[in-house]
């Protein structure tokens, strides 16, 4: 009996202490770490409830602790789109990138936003067009995820092999040290093989769509066009101008995709070289990406600017074509010399001198 009571005695002293408030919260979890798991899976409740500057406070609390996982920058890259914080979006955007290349087709287009708001223009442009190739080509994450297993499974097969024909060929020297096993051998990591160490995103909901929504090829050419169709893009036409408009060369034949030569008088040039004050300028009634005319679509003058009327023409490269100066983006390049238009430009170029 004595030694019956001995052994529940011991037993009991071995059991863990359970609290009363103890949760599953405190599974370590995806993010080995019991203070981290609880960290995010509050910013998470923020988030949905749309808390999302609570959220953003509890996602970079949990980077400040381990800054390579991750599921954080892909919550927190969500919380900063809706509170538009471009910087937030731009930096988690590139962790992402460090951490898993694959989820480039998901982000992408979301970091060329945010350059574009955060004043890089060039590389806004080139990130928005990466984005559109992805979406046109149907290039998922899930896809380059599987190439880059596939491609790091056949470097990891070749090396093996190369391995076992070597100890074929070339036994091992007898050492005062046991050999390892074969199957033992560490595996060399190889420059395909992105980092994954504490990166890999197992987030169930992140996975499926809680954290980021697909991004359609129409809202990407929303995207682009939003930037392409602006003043700051516009900024990069080798010439600028005041213009004035005096009228245009009539024909039979002016048709949508058929436009008339346009002749303005220029007033002030604002950037690029000096051209003859005589502007012929081919007069587009459309941006290059919308070709199909409206329905019933037919030319007359009153589609032409009144006479006198005071423009500011955007001329992307200063080499007429067919007698012709070409507008920037077509019928944007050209926009009414208004107070708003006039102070935004002089300010731009104010700015881009200055830099």
Request: overall charge neutral; some cysteine; aromatic content about 10%.
């Amino acid at each position: 009996m004595k030694h019956l009571y001995i052994y529940l005695l011991f037993t009991l002293m071995c059991c863990p202490i359970v609290r009363a408030d103890q949760s599953t919260s405190d599974a370590v979890g995806d993010t080995g770490s019991i203070t981290l798991t609880r960290i995010y899976g509050k910013a998470q409740e923020l988030d949905r409830l749309g808390q999302h500057q609570a959220a953003t406070i509890q996602y970079k609390k949990a980077i400040g602790i381990n800054p390579n996982f991750v599921d954080f920058y892909i919550g927190l890259c969500k919380c900063a789109i809706e509170q538009k914080s471009w910087s937030d979006v731009s930096m988690c955007a590139q962790n992402i990138f460090r951490l898993d290349p694959a989820l480039k087709p998901d982000y992408t287009i979301d970091y060329g936003e945010a350059l574009y708001h955060l004043g890089k223009y060039d590389e806004a442009e080139s990130n928005l067009k990466t984005a559109l190739t992805y979406i046109d080509k149907n290039i998922t994450s899930e896809k380059l995820h599987k190439e880059i297993q596939a491609k790091t499974d056949k470097e990891q097969m070749a090396i093996t092999k190369k391995i076992q024909e070597s100890q074929m060929t070339n036994p091992p020297i007898a050492t005062t040290q046991p050999q390892a096993p074969f199957n033992q051998i560490a595996q060399p990591v190889t420059t395909s093989q992105p980092n994954t160490e504490n990166t890999n995103s197992t987030n169930a909901e992140a996975s499926n769509g809680f954290h980021t929504k697909k991004r359609s090829s129409e809202d990407a050419q929303s995207i682009v066009n939003k930037y392409r169709l602006s003043f700051e893009s516009a900024l990069k036409s080798e010439c600028i101008l005041l213009a004035q408009y005096e009228g245009y060369v009539k024909n039979d034949d002016i048709r949508f995709n058929h436009p008339p030569q346009a002749n303005y008088h220029i007033k002030k040039f604002l950037k690029g070289p000096p051209l003859n004050p005589s502007l012929p300028v081919r007069y587009d009634f459309h941006i290059p990406k919308e070709t199909d005319a409206p329905p019933n679509w037919k030319f007359s003058a009153d589609k032409m600017p009144k006479p006198g009327s005071l423009w500011i023409i955007f001329i992307e490269n200063a080499v007429p074509k067919h007698g012709m100066y070409e507008t920037y983006e077509g019928s944007y390049g050209r926009q009414e010399a208004n107070d708003d238009n006039l102070n935004k430009i002089y300010d731009l170029i104010d700015k881009s001198s200055g830099q």
